[in-house]
């Protein structure tokens, strides 16, 4: 058997860590470039709102925060995500109903990408500094944390029950109408937080979110195709080319 | 003649699984370090807390 053949965990586990600090690394490429500006727009109107820097001095001083910090954060968070993808990958590849590994492989990442960075986005957008009450930061970690579970439970949901139907219509409609109705109840029972102070600027308040929103889901579609592409040896894409 | 896959995952083994488990728990603390430690686990104080900040803000958690 060649040795690209063997199977393991291990190979998978690496790639999955690999493509993942790759993610984590362009993904904060894009939040220096598109969302650093806004949030020290917020950082301003703080400091404008306290009268002056002033105080003592920080920790880490902002242009630490907005490079190294940057991309250790984006980089670390990459690794850690990367390693559970291929993790899950190795588990659950076995169920899902393709033939091809780049499919599961992008399936998988989109379903993270869904479960896990669009359902608590609109759940709890992000809010840039300036912003958010630091009582009651323990129930919104708590929140945040219960919307990526039920984000998860929401897709996993719609993939059962789009198997319950035959016809492809049906199985896009059953698996919507699940998504939807676990996606409903969780917002619902949620708790909701309204911390934005009245007068900040409401464009600032968009940009950073959006800018948020798109550093995560470059990191997930980069994860998933870098993995996906990390798995598929150039002999079998040949191998599928020619066939 | 079959297509072979590419990297064939491993069966699923009691052995298998539990060095997932272990591999994942991993895996969910260094995101914990990432996204809401303030120096329990990395012992540093506000530090790496503080360092992270700019990033946590744009992985979308929840800060302040």
Known sequence: MPLSNRPGYLPLLLRGLLAGLAAGLLAGGFAYLAGEPHINAAIAIEEA?????????????????????????????????????????????????????????????????????????????????????????????????????????????????????????????????????????????????????????ATLLWDFRISSLGTQAILWTALGIGFAGLITPARQKATVTAA | MPKAQALTTPAVSGKLLATAAGFTGLMLLLAYLVAFDQGALSQSGMYLHELMHDGRHLLGVPCH
């Open chain 1, 49 to 201: 709102a306290s009268g002056g820097a002033g105080g003592e001095a920080p920790l880490v001083e902002r242009d630490i925060q907005s490079t190294v910090g940057l991309f250790l954060a984006t980089g670390l968070y990459g690794v850690a995500l990367g390693g559970i993808l291929a993790t899950a990958y190795t588990l659950l590849r076995r169920h899902l109903r393709t033939g091809s590994d780049t499919q599961a492989a992008l399936g998988l990442a989109a379903a993270a990408l869904t479960g896990i960075v669009v359902v608590p986005f609109l759940k709890y957008p992000p809010n840039p500094p300036a912003v958010g009450n630091p009582d009651t930061i323990d129930q919104r970690t708590a929140a945040y944390l219960a919307v990526l579970a039920l984000g998860l439970v929401a897709v996993w949901a719609a993939v059962l029950a789009a198997r319950t139907q035959s016809h492809q219509w049906r199985r896009a409609a059953a698996g919507t109408a699940a998504f939807l109705v676990v996606v409903g109840i969780a917002y619902t029972l949620l708790p909701t937080f309204h911390e934005v102070p009245a007068d900040f600027p």
